[in-house]
């Protein structure tokens, strides 16, 4: 009854449009009430304890960073860089608007922030050059998921600290299924394009003109070697790499390419704390609500009810998968990694699969879930830059729904494509 009391209350304060910390926290308390289970006072104590964490102060300081880079110029950079190599070939705009998505991910560790920087260049560019606004905008927001999937990510910062697991493990097991899952959608992107007829632009590639954008990009595609190759060479900790990523923007954005000034700066940091209150509100309450879980024993009730379907870890997985879908489609990634890594881990650690395996699984799926209505995110960070109806959007997005969907079923029965790298590099 207490879990009905916990989740039947949770679900009407989402349907009254309760922003997702407040109905997380409102449910807790709710079930506080009812069953006393807790004090009433350790929901306050879960704001604040939950969020005095060390690895945690990563998630400010990456939004922070991200947000520094978004309006520093950053992303017409990347896509002029990109388009030198794509940009001849049919469909290069669609294809370069992709890789510019996946070196802002390097960057931003925030799909919605990938989306609003990259698309503010990139749908306007590739409308004027005639691909179809619907085209332009759906590959834009579906590349923007991957955001939280090639590193560094904040998800992967939560579900590190949530699981007990590596962050910097989790970083390097992101970049290959990251770069899958980019490949996929540029070939859909060619494919696409080749159906409709869009042309390259006609500039064929040449040193000259690579080492010429490589030097005006230079200084943003340095910032993801910079924090990989910093913690994995033991020089600092991901929540120290996240302040080093900080001063790194700030240096680049005010005084190399000065597309920010010290009169702006003030904007940018409330943008980002605005940002990082939201998420640290979820944090907090979705603790106290995962605390009540704990108590009520729910996690180990759900491993019982997975395990009597099946004892194949593939059909276990593929539920696991089924239901990782869903909760994509109507929570907050931030959310439900906190609250299901908990319950969902020690499921999958039973039945042999590897914790860093397993965040990516959770991570790609949750990614799917900014394009996937109705709260899917980027669509609405997309609908905003371009003008077109939530709807119409959602509907551009399929083709590459579906090939996230395909890469999530090779990342999910390829462990080596996660472990790979971490093999490789210990």
Not at 300 to 323: E, F, G, R, T
Not at 368 to 383: A, H, K, M
Not at 384 to 402: N, R, W
Request: hydrophobic share 60%; charged share 10%.
């Amino acid at each position: 009854m207490t879990a009905i009391v916990l989740f039947g209350s949770f679900v009407f304060f989402l349907l009254l449009t309760v922003p997702i910390g407040f109905s997380l926290g409102l449910s807790t308390l709710v079930t506080i009430i009812y069953a006393d289970v807790t004090s009433v006072q350790y929901l306050a104590q879960s704001l604040v304890a939950s969020t005095d964490s060390f690895p945690l102060m990563a998630v400010p300081f990456f939004i922070l960073a991200g947000e520094i880079m978004g309006k520093g110029g950053i992303s017409e950079r990347l896509f002029k860089f990109a388009n030198v190599f794509v940009g001849n070939f049919t469909g290069g705009f669609a294809m370069a608007a992709v890789i510019t998505c996946m070196f802002f991910a390097a960057i931003s560790g925030s799909g919605p922030a990938t989306v609003a920087a990259v698309g503010g260049v990139m749908i306007p560019a590739m409308v004027g050059f005639g691909y179809d606004k619907r085209f332009a905008t759906a590959v834009v927001v579906s590349a923007g998921a991957l955001g939280i999937i090639i590193p560094p990510s904040i998800p992967m910062v939560l579900y590190g600290v949530s699981g007990s697991v590596s962050i910097g493990d989790m970083f390097i097991a992101g970049i290959l299924p990251g770069i899958l899952i980019g490949i996929v959608m540029i070939a859909w992107s060619y494919i696409y394009s080749k159906k409709q007829g869009y042309k390259g632009n006609g500039e064929k590639f040449t040193l000259k003109r690579a080492w010429a954008e490589l030097n005006e990009a230079k200084w943003a595609i340095l910032v993801p070697v910079i924090i990989l190759g910093g913690i994995y060479g033991g020089i600092f900790t991901p929540t120290e790499a996240a302040v080093v990523a900080v001063v790194y923007a700030a240096i680049v954005s005010l005084f190399i390419y000065k597309e920010l000034n010290f009169k702006s700066f003030p904007a940018v940091i409330k943008d980002a704390a605005l940002t990082s209150a939201t998420i640290l509100i979820i944090i907090g309450t979705a603790n106290a609500f995962g605390k009540i879980l704990t108590l009520e024993q729910i996690p180990a009730m759900v491993a019982d009810a997975l395990l009597s379907i099946s004892s194949n870890p593939l059909i276990i997985i593929l539920l696991i998968n089924i239901l990782l879908l869903f909760v994509g489609c109507f929570m907050d990634t931030s959310a439900a990694v906190i609250i299901l890594t908990p319950i969902l881990l020690p499921i999958a650690i039973n039945i042999g699969i590897d914790p860093i395996h397993f965040g990516i699984i959770m991570i790609v799926n949750l990614a799917i879930g900014f394009i996937t209505p109705p709260v899917g995110v980027n669509l609405f960070v997309g609908s905003g830059i371009s003008g077109l109806s939530i709807e119409t959007l959602s509907k551009a997005v399929l083709p590459f729904l579906i090939s996230m969907l395909l890469s999530l079923m090779v990342i999910t029965l390829i462990p080596e494509l996660s472990l790979f790298l971490i093999q490789l590099l210990k």
